[in-house]
């Protein structure tokens, strides 16, 4: 174990960074500069969490890189316990780029009540980063709320026309999931509590409660409930496009970056493991859903006229196969979505942010209003088809990589299903080649004269750019820190991840 | 067989001779210095507040009537601090109102007095006088305005309920006394086999529980509450919420562990259909409101059915989480009712209508984040005192087994959830489209105000020293 907290000053540094952006009310410059030096520094320490290698076999004989334990409401249980693997470092390392970034996104575009929405938004950057790291459940549970309440007030106070709507829509969906799972969480802690007469919440000594099978399926449901909610899984996607479309560009980066991206990773890393036999079962379940979600989302998207809409739906659609990804559960498939969980967050962050700064621009996002941009704006048009021909799944670009793994793994387990996830893929083409030609091709209907990319805008793309370019060159040492920590003898006791 | 100490009575005697001070002082007093009244009052509290710290009073009970022990002395702290509280928001409020006289600061006392011989009664005419002093204190305070229809509305309402739950107190303690042949509770409540005396034994609970629902305002019996919670001068609005409820739940709370098995078997099952009576209309009548201390009010019945959730899992827990509940109730309630006194629409009205917070969060973001916090607390979203309450009472509920109860409180949660977002919402998200608010905090509703912040986040993020104090007050009447 160790004892300096430095997973634990990654995870708090934001919040005390919201706190003193506050210090700042009148003085909008200062807070955004403090913002970005926050996160940047935050980003810098994330970095230095590479040069670790893992060698720490507790809890649960894991692969570790960092596991940081303290002790915080003992009476009840409850430890404040950090842990760091592959996955998380990955993610994490997600999270403070595109918390940085969103910094710059919003420099602009934010003109009102700028200390509060550095706030919200770092505030926010401690819960999502507080959910990748947490393995006491109790302590992810409050990350996991946590990271709902500054969102809330993001969409709601800097949103777009039908703003409170929206706003409102994704906090009685995401919380109310949340309270159930927040039931089971409670059932499943006195069931083990009444099994091993220890009172705890660690995610590690939790796994060891047998259940019979109904209770399993019941404690099941109700986290995934929660999680499918935050993916979100057809048929509860329903919150999404209102607050992606109602959200500010930053809002919605971090929505389609890093809180679709919780759910995922608490599907893998709580649910799965804590309930391996009823997940066995639903394993049917989530595989269809996930491919409905492919089809429908991308079905829907087809019909879009809202930019921001047609990408919101492009991103419930990939999520889909995430999900899929998650539901055959072998070593290729499990990698090929979190690695896909990375490549949507680069791609679809860069499709929200180049629109937000086209909305800033010619205060519409209309597929009608536009048109011919690739004469008036040929820089923004030149990355708008890198990032959309990405989201497609270009070879050589970073989706391609883990749709491909997915597929291939799937199609070894469950061939209808890769093929139907395919032919998945091909609506994405057939959407994302409407959006391009009603966009940047045909007839130009915006007036010359509108500036180019700033210097500032090219500062947040090219990270992105390189990312994507990076991981779909060179995937190798991304997927070699997801497979060691996939590869732990017992991450889920009785559903072994099979290598085909 | 008991000493006389009266060092053991301290905290009472205390508060009668400050509550008589300060009549005085009221009656004689031709020209009184500014805050002499004022400061009067805050100092018993304070001193009391401390002497029920500092001095244990010991196991036995005073004359075989008061308790004195860990239990009563936690609440009594939590009574006097409620008060004090009560009393700084009114510092202001009640110059503005022209109610601040010495009746105003004295059965404000007196009213504490009531609340701690509630709470620590072990024979049931002393429960019974505390009760009388309790709500004969409140009928005044809630009519201190009398040239506001709205305050004798809501004191007429409190009154002839009052009136009502006193007489089925009564009956109840004399069916009480016929069953047992003894007024002393530990006694009475413990020796309930002899089966002659078993349909009277039940009655007058059934009374007494009916009479404690009229105070704590379970469904059905809480009616009176938005009237009187809209009406009431809003400091009183404050200690009615987190005194005068937390002190009967707090006598209620004794009946029920001493209870005997067979008296809990058969009292356990109306308890749970009024605590899922009071969760679901509490929350549900509160969806409808328009205006905002209305709302509270329905919220706060909703937050007494997670407390009688609590107090129905006291078997499995002794009482842990619905004590820690209600600490927490009383902070975040006191927040958001102290945040409330502070805002007026002219000097002489509150601010009540919802559509009238509409862009408080800019023209006034000090009141408008700290009753968001109150309110994210009420709602049950950490790292707030109220989500460890929430969690505590989840946790003790589904230990004592009752998972209808528990999903109902899940299901009722979500309702809240809405109630309190919407006001947020009005808050941050709406224009301002109304003239700005005549308000300011006042110095002492500011240290109140930051000492309320302080604890509701304290007892969100560390709850282990208060929890420590709380099993040591169940320790202290468990048998």
């Not at chain 1, 996160?39 to 649960?60: I, N, Q, Y």
């Not at chain 1, 990076?470 to 991450?491: M, N, Q, R």
Request: charged share 10%; glycine share 8%; proline share 4%.
């Amino acid at each position: 174990m160790n004892t300096s907290p430095l997973l634990g000053t990654i995870v708090f540094l934001p919040l005390f960074g919201a706190l003193a952006a506050l210090l700042y009310w009148h003085n909008e410059r200062t807070c955004r500069l403090l913002a970005l030096t926050v996160m940047l520094a935050d980003l810098v320490l994330v970095l230095f969490l590479f040069t670790l290698t893992p060698h720490f076999r507790e809890p649960a004989g894991g692969n570790w890189l960092r596991v940081e334990d303290f002790s915080w409401m003992d009476a009840l249980g409850i430890r404040f316990t950090l842990a760091l693997d592959g996955i998380s470092l990955m993610l994490i390392l997600l999270t403070t780029v595109i918390g940085a970034l969103t910094v710059l996104i919003s420099w602009n575009e934010i003109k009102e009540h700028v200390a509060a929405f550095h706030f919200f938004l770092l505030a926010m950057m401690t819960g999502v980063l507080g959910v990748f790291l947490a393995m006491d459940v109790f302590l992810f549970y409050l990350f996991w709320e946590l990271q709902s309440i500054p969102m809330f007030f993001l969409i709601g106070i800097w949103g777009h026309e039908r703003r409170i709507y929206a706003a409102v829509k994704f906090a009685l969906f995401t919380i109310s999931g949340s309270l159930v799972m927040f039931l089971a969480l409670l059932g499943l802690h006195l069931l083990h509590a009444r099994q091993s007469g220890e009172t705890t919440f660690a995610l590690h000594q939790l796994i060891q409660t047998s259940f019979n099978l109904p209770l399993e399926l019941t404690f099941f449901a109700a986290f995934a409930l929660a999680f499918a909610i935050k993916i979100p899984m057809f048929p509860l996607h329903t919150w999404l496009p209102d607050a992606h479309t109602e959200a500010p560009t930053a809002g919605s980066v971090i929505l389609a970056g890093l809180l679709l991206k919780t759910g995922v990773y608490a599907l893998l890393r709580f649910a799965f493991p804590l309930f391996p036999h009823a997940a066995q079962l639903f394993t049917p379940l989530l595989l269809i859903l996930g491919l409905t979600g492919i089809f429908y989302a991308g079905w829907i998207a087809l019909a879009q006229t809202d930019l921001k809409r047609l990408v919101a739906y492009s991103s419930i659609s990939h999520m889909g196969l995430i999900i899929v990804g998650i539901a055959v559960w072998n070593l290729t498939t499990l990698s090929g979505s979190l690695l896909q969980m990375i490549n949507h967050g680069i791609t679809t962050s860069a499709l929200f942010i180049l629109i937000g700064m086209l909305d800033e621009r010619l205060h519409t996002r209309r597929l009608s209003d536009l048109g011919g941009l690739w004469k008036t704006l040929p820089v923004w048009s030149g990355f708008f088809l890198f990032f959309s021909l990405a989201s497609i799944g270009l070879p050589g670009l970073n989706n391609f990589v883990g749709e491909m793994l997915i597929l291939i793994g799937t199609f070894t387990r469950q061939p209808w299903a890769a093929a139907a996830g395919f032919i998945g893929l091909l609506l994405t083409v057939v959407y994302v080649m409407r959006m391009l030609r009603e966009s940047i091709w045909g007839e130009a209907r915006i007036s010359p004269g509108i500036a180019d990319l700033t210097g500032r805008e090219l500062t947040i793309l090219i990270p992105l750019t390189v990312g994507a370019l990076w991981l779909g060159l060179h995937p190798g040492p991304a997927l070699e820190l997801f497979g060691t920590a996939l590869t732990v003898p017992d991450l889920v006791k009785g559903l072994p991840i099979l290598t085909p | 067989m008991t000493e006389l100490s009266w060092k053991s009575v301290f905290f009472q005697l205390l508060l009668a001779a400050g509550g008589i001070t300060i009549f005085t002082a009221g009656a004689l007093l031709k020209n009184k210095p500014k805050h002499l009244l004022f400061g009067l009052a805050t100092g018993t509290v304070l001193c009391a507040a401390i002497a029920a710290f500092l001095i244990d009073g010991g196991r036995a009970p005073f004359f075989q009537m008061l308790d004195v022990g860990d239990y009563a002395r936690f609440f009594n702290v939590l009574f006097a601090m409620a008060a004090l509280f009560a009393l700084l928001f009114s510092h202001r409020h009640a110059g503005l109102r022209r109610v601040a006289g010495d009746e105003f600061y004295g059965l404000m006392i007196l009213a504490v007095l009531g609340m701690s011989l509630v709470a620590g009664a072990t024979q049931w005419l002393v429960f019974f006088l505390g009760f009388e002093l309790l709500s004969l204190s409140f009928y005044i305070l809630i009519a201190m305005r009398r040239d506001a229809p709205s305050g004798i509305e809501a004191a007429l309402k409190y009154l002839i309920m009052g009136m009502v739950s006193s007489g089925f107190l009564a009956f109840g303690i004399a069916m009480f006394y016929a069953a047992t042949g003894t007024l002393d509770m530990p006694v009475g409540l413990t020796a309930t086999k002899s089966t002659g005396s078993a349909t009277g034994m039940l009655l007058s609970l059934g009374l007494i529980l009916t009479a404690a629902g009229f105070k704590i305002s379970l469904v059905p019996f809480h009616l009176w509450t938005p009237d009187v919670y809209q009406g009431a001068p809003t400091p009183v609005t404050a200690l009615l919420t987190a005194g005068s409820k937390i002190a009967v739940f707090a006598g209620l709370l004794r009946i029920l562990i001493l209870s005997s098995n067979w008296l809990w078997e058969r009292s356990a099952p109306v308890l749970w259909m009024l605590a899922a009576a009071t969760l679901l209309i509490g929350s549900v009548t509160a969806l409808a409101q328009t205006r905002v201390k209305r709302l509270l009010a329905y919220s706060s019945v909703a937050q007494m059915g997670y407390a009688v959730m609590g107090a129905l899992s006291v078997r499995a827990d002794g009482g842990l989480a619905v004590i820690f509940y209600f600490t927490a109730y009383a902070l975040m309630d006191l927040g958001a009712f102290g945040v409330i006194a502070t805002l007026c629409a002219s000097p002489e009205s509150d601010l009540d209508a919802l559509d009238s917070y509409r862009g408080l969060g800019y023209s006034h973001p000090w009141q408008a984040a700290l009753l968001s916090i109150c309110l994210l607390s009420l709602a049950g979203l950490p790292p707030t005192a109220g989500f460890i309450g929430k969690f505590m009472v989840f946790k003790a509920v589904l230990q004592a087994g009752y998972f209808v109860l528990a999903m109902i409180g899940i299901a009722s949660a979500i309702l809240s959830l809405y109630v309190y977002l919407k006001v947020i919402v009005v808050m941050f998200m709406k224009p301002n489209t109304v003239t700005a608010v005549t308000s300011g905090f006042g110095t002492a509703a500011r240290l109140a105000l930051a000492m309320i912040l302080c604890g509701v986040l304290w007892a969100g993020v560390f709850p282990s020293p208060l929890q420590t104090l709380i099993s040591r007050a169940i320790a202290a009447i468990s048998i």
